[in-house]
T-cell receptor, first 115, second 112 residues
Framework: SQQGEEDPQALSIQEGENATMNCSYK?????LQWYRQNSGRGLVHLIL?????REKHSGRLRVTLDTSKKSSSLLITASRAADTASYFC???????????????FGQGTILTVHP | EAGVAQSPRYKIIEKRQSVAFWCNPI?????LYWYQQILGQGPKLLIQ????????DSQLPKDRFSAERLKGVDSTLKIQPAKLEDSAVYLC??????????FGQGTRLTVV
Protein backbone atom coordinates (compact mmCIF):
# COMPACT_ATOMS: atom_id res chain seq x y z
CA SER A 1 0.00 0.00 0.00
CA GLN A 2 1.22 3.51 -0.73
CA GLN A 3 1.38 5.86 2.25
CA GLY A 4 1.99 9.20 0.56
CA GLU A 5 -0.12 10.86 -2.07
CA GLU A 6 1.55 13.60 -4.11
CA ASP A 7 -0.23 16.51 -5.68
CA PRO A 8 -0.17 17.53 -8.48
CA GLN A 9 0.56 14.42 -10.53
CA ALA A 10 2.30 16.58 -13.12
CA LEU A 11 3.64 20.13 -13.07
CA SER A 12 4.99 22.13 -16.00
CA ILE A 13 6.77 25.45 -15.42
CA GLN A 14 9.27 27.81 -17.01
CA GLU A 15 12.88 28.08 -15.94
CA GLY A 16 13.26 30.55 -13.09
CA GLU A 17 9.81 29.92 -11.64
CA ASN A 18 9.20 28.19 -8.33
CA ALA A 19 7.78 24.67 -8.17
CA THR A 20 5.66 23.45 -5.28
CA MET A 21 4.72 19.83 -4.75
CA ASN A 22 2.52 18.52 -1.95
CA CYS A 23 2.35 15.21 -0.14
CA SER A 24 -0.35 13.86 2.15
CA TYR A 25 -0.09 10.73 4.26
CA LYS A 26 -2.35 8.66 6.45
CA UNK A 27 -0.61 7.43 9.60
CA UNK A 28 1.74 8.91 12.18
CA UNK A 29 5.34 9.06 11.06
CA UNK A 30 8.87 9.41 12.44
CA UNK A 31 10.15 11.30 9.45
CA LEU A 32 9.30 12.22 5.88
CA GLN A 33 11.76 12.23 3.01
CA TRP A 34 11.78 13.60 -0.52
CA TYR A 35 13.51 11.89 -3.44
CA ARG A 36 14.17 12.77 -7.07
CA GLN A 37 14.24 10.31 -9.95
CA ASN A 38 15.53 11.19 -13.38
CA SER A 39 14.11 9.14 -16.24
CA GLY A 40 15.48 5.61 -16.23
CA ARG A 41 17.65 6.18 -13.18
CA GLY A 42 17.62 5.29 -9.50
CA LEU A 43 16.19 7.56 -6.83
CA VAL A 44 18.29 10.23 -5.17
CA HIS A 45 17.62 11.33 -1.59
CA LEU A 46 17.04 15.09 -1.35
CA ILE A 47 16.02 15.94 2.19
CA LEU A 48 14.68 14.39 5.41
CA UNK A 49 12.43 16.19 7.87
CA UNK A 50 11.66 14.70 11.27
CA UNK A 51 8.23 14.67 12.83
CA UNK A 52 9.24 17.30 15.40
CA UNK A 53 10.48 19.71 12.71
CA ARG A 54 8.28 22.12 10.79
CA GLU A 55 10.60 23.44 8.08
CA LYS A 56 13.93 22.55 6.57
CA HIS A 57 16.11 24.07 3.87
CA SER A 58 18.76 22.66 1.60
CA GLY A 59 20.09 24.91 -1.15
CA ARG A 60 17.12 25.77 -3.40
CA LEU A 61 14.89 23.26 -1.61
CA ARG A 62 12.47 24.11 1.17
CA VAL A 63 10.41 21.42 2.86
CA THR A 64 7.59 21.97 5.33
CA LEU A 65 5.82 19.42 7.47
CA ASP A 66 2.43 19.79 9.16
CA THR A 67 1.83 16.69 11.27
CA SER A 68 -1.63 17.91 12.35
CA LYS A 69 -2.72 17.89 8.70
CA LYS A 70 -0.50 14.92 7.79
CA SER A 71 0.96 16.85 4.90
CA SER A 72 4.27 18.09 3.56
CA SER A 73 5.34 20.36 0.74
CA LEU A 74 8.51 20.61 -1.31
CA LEU A 75 9.38 23.97 -2.82
CA ILE A 76 12.09 24.28 -5.46
CA THR A 77 13.01 27.92 -5.99
CA ALA A 78 14.41 29.41 -9.19
CA SER A 79 13.93 26.15 -11.08
CA ARG A 80 16.29 25.00 -13.82
CA ALA A 81 15.81 22.69 -16.78
CA ALA A 82 18.02 20.20 -14.93
CA ASP A 83 15.36 19.96 -12.19
CA THR A 84 13.12 18.10 -14.65
CA ALA A 85 12.43 14.76 -12.95
CA SER A 86 9.89 12.83 -10.89
CA TYR A 87 9.71 13.77 -7.22
CA PHE A 88 8.53 11.36 -4.55
CA CYS A 89 7.73 11.75 -0.89
CA UNK A 90 8.37 8.80 1.38
CA UNK A 91 7.33 8.29 4.98
CA UNK A 92 9.06 6.35 7.72
CA UNK A 93 7.30 4.91 10.71
CA UNK A 94 9.79 3.30 13.07
CA UNK A 95 9.18 -0.09 14.58
CA UNK A 96 8.81 0.37 18.35
CA UNK A 97 12.06 1.31 20.08
CA UNK A 98 14.18 1.06 16.94
CA UNK A 99 16.03 3.58 14.79
CA UNK A 100 14.64 2.18 11.54
CA UNK A 101 11.24 1.84 9.97
CA UNK A 102 9.34 0.94 6.84
CA UNK A 103 10.12 3.39 4.01
CA UNK A 104 6.94 3.84 1.97
CA PHE A 105 6.69 5.94 -1.21
CA GLY A 106 3.90 7.87 -2.85
CA GLN A 107 3.08 7.93 -6.56
CA GLY A 108 5.17 10.98 -7.35
CA THR A 109 4.92 14.31 -9.16
CA ILE A 110 6.39 14.66 -12.63
CA LEU A 111 8.06 18.07 -12.89
CA THR A 112 8.95 19.52 -16.28
CA VAL A 113 10.96 22.74 -16.38
CA HIS A 114 11.04 24.40 -19.80
CA PRO A 115 14.16 26.38 -20.74
CA GLU B 1 32.21 5.94 -0.95
CA ALA B 2 30.95 3.27 -3.34
CA GLY B 3 27.23 3.33 -4.03
CA VAL B 4 24.67 0.54 -4.05
CA ALA B 5 25.56 -1.97 -6.75
CA GLN B 6 22.92 -3.98 -8.59
CA SER B 7 23.16 -6.56 -11.33
CA PRO B 8 22.15 -7.25 -13.95
CA ARG B 9 20.98 -3.89 -15.35
CA TYR B 10 18.59 -5.47 -17.83
CA LYS B 11 16.97 -8.88 -18.10
CA ILE B 12 14.50 -10.33 -20.58
CA ILE B 13 12.92 -13.68 -19.79
CA GLU B 14 9.92 -15.69 -20.88
CA LYS B 15 6.97 -16.17 -18.57
CA ARG B 16 7.29 -19.12 -16.21
CA GLN B 17 11.08 -18.82 -16.22
CA SER B 18 13.03 -17.88 -13.11
CA VAL B 19 15.29 -14.87 -12.56
CA ALA B 20 17.53 -13.59 -9.79
CA PHE B 21 18.75 -10.11 -8.97
CA TRP B 22 21.76 -9.25 -6.85
CA CYS B 23 22.42 -6.24 -4.63
CA ASN B 24 25.51 -5.09 -2.76
CA PRO B 25 24.61 -2.27 -0.36
CA ILE B 26 26.86 0.48 0.92
CA UNK B 27 29.30 -0.87 3.48
CA UNK B 28 28.00 -0.49 7.03
CA UNK B 29 24.37 0.03 6.05
CA UNK B 30 22.29 -2.32 8.16
CA UNK B 31 18.98 -1.63 6.41
CA LEU B 32 18.42 -3.01 2.92
CA TYR B 33 15.28 -2.58 0.81
CA TRP B 34 13.96 -4.17 -2.38
CA TYR B 35 11.37 -2.19 -4.32
CA GLN B 36 9.34 -2.93 -7.44
CA GLN B 37 8.61 0.09 -9.64
CA ILE B 38 6.14 -0.27 -12.47
CA LEU B 39 6.33 2.40 -15.15
CA GLY B 40 4.55 5.58 -14.09
CA GLN B 41 4.15 4.52 -10.45
CA GLY B 42 6.03 5.02 -7.21
CA PRO B 43 8.32 2.32 -5.81
CA LYS B 44 6.47 -0.44 -3.97
CA LEU B 45 8.31 -1.99 -1.03
CA LEU B 46 8.70 -5.73 -1.47
CA ILE B 47 10.94 -6.55 1.47
CA GLN B 48 13.06 -4.72 4.03
CA UNK B 49 15.94 -6.26 5.95
CA UNK B 50 17.61 -5.05 9.12
CA UNK B 51 20.99 -6.82 9.05
CA UNK B 52 19.95 -10.32 7.98
CA UNK B 53 16.50 -10.23 9.59
CA UNK B 54 13.27 -9.34 7.78
CA UNK B 55 11.54 -6.14 9.02
CA UNK B 56 8.68 -6.17 6.53
CA ASP B 57 7.69 -8.43 3.66
CA SER B 58 3.95 -7.82 3.71
CA GLN B 59 3.82 -6.95 -0.01
CA LEU B 60 6.12 -9.70 -1.24
CA PRO B 61 4.19 -12.28 -3.33
CA LYS B 62 5.64 -15.19 -1.40
CA ASP B 63 4.28 -17.83 -3.75
CA ARG B 64 6.74 -16.68 -6.39
CA PHE B 65 9.16 -14.16 -4.89
CA SER B 66 11.89 -14.88 -2.37
CA ALA B 67 14.73 -12.83 -0.96
CA GLU B 68 17.63 -13.42 1.32
CA ARG B 69 20.43 -11.43 2.85
CA LEU B 70 23.19 -13.71 3.91
CA LYS B 71 25.57 -12.43 6.59
CA GLY B 72 23.71 -9.11 6.62
CA VAL B 73 25.52 -7.78 3.55
CA ASP B 74 24.66 -8.79 -0.04
CA SER B 75 21.13 -9.70 -0.98
CA THR B 76 19.41 -11.61 -3.75
CA LEU B 77 15.80 -11.37 -4.94
CA LYS B 78 14.39 -14.27 -6.92
CA ILE B 79 11.24 -14.68 -8.96
CA GLN B 80 10.09 -18.19 -9.82
CA PRO B 81 8.05 -18.55 -11.96
CA ALA B 82 7.80 -15.11 -13.56
CA LYS B 83 4.54 -13.64 -14.83
CA LEU B 84 3.97 -10.93 -17.41
CA GLU B 85 2.90 -8.49 -14.65
CA ASP B 86 6.32 -8.83 -13.01
CA SER B 87 7.75 -6.62 -15.76
CA ALA B 88 9.13 -3.65 -13.83
CA VAL B 89 12.29 -2.06 -12.50
CA TYR B 90 13.58 -3.72 -9.33
CA LEU B 91 15.38 -1.27 -7.08
CA CYS B 92 17.66 -2.05 -4.19
CA UNK B 93 18.46 0.56 -1.55
CA UNK B 94 20.31 0.73 1.74
CA UNK B 95 20.37 3.13 4.66
CA UNK B 96 22.20 3.75 7.92
CA UNK B 97 20.35 4.24 11.21
CA UNK B 98 17.15 5.65 9.74
CA UNK B 99 18.79 8.22 7.50
CA UNK B 100 17.98 8.75 3.82
CA UNK B 101 18.23 5.72 1.60
CA UNK B 102 20.76 5.30 -1.19
CA PHE B 103 19.45 3.58 -4.31
CA GLY B 104 21.12 1.46 -6.93
CA GLN B 105 20.46 1.97 -10.65
CA GLY B 106 17.93 -0.85 -10.68
CA THR B 107 17.33 -3.91 -12.83
CA ARG B 108 14.82 -3.52 -15.65
CA LEU B 109 12.98 -6.84 -16.04
CA THR B 110 10.90 -7.60 -19.10
CA VAL B 111 8.79 -10.76 -19.06
CA VAL B 112 7.57 -11.83 -22.49
Amino acid sequence: SQQGEEDPQALSIQEGENATMNCSYKTSINNLQWYRQNSGRGLVHLILIRSNEREKHSGRLRVTLDTSKKSSSLLITASRAADTASYFCATVRNAGGTSYGKLTFGQGTILTVHP
Amino acid sequence: EAGVAQSPRYKIIEKRQSVAFWCNPISGHATLYWYQQILGQGPKLLIQFQNNGVVDDSQLPKDRFSAERLKGVDSTLKIQPAKLEDSAVYLCASSYRGRGAFFGQGTRLTVV
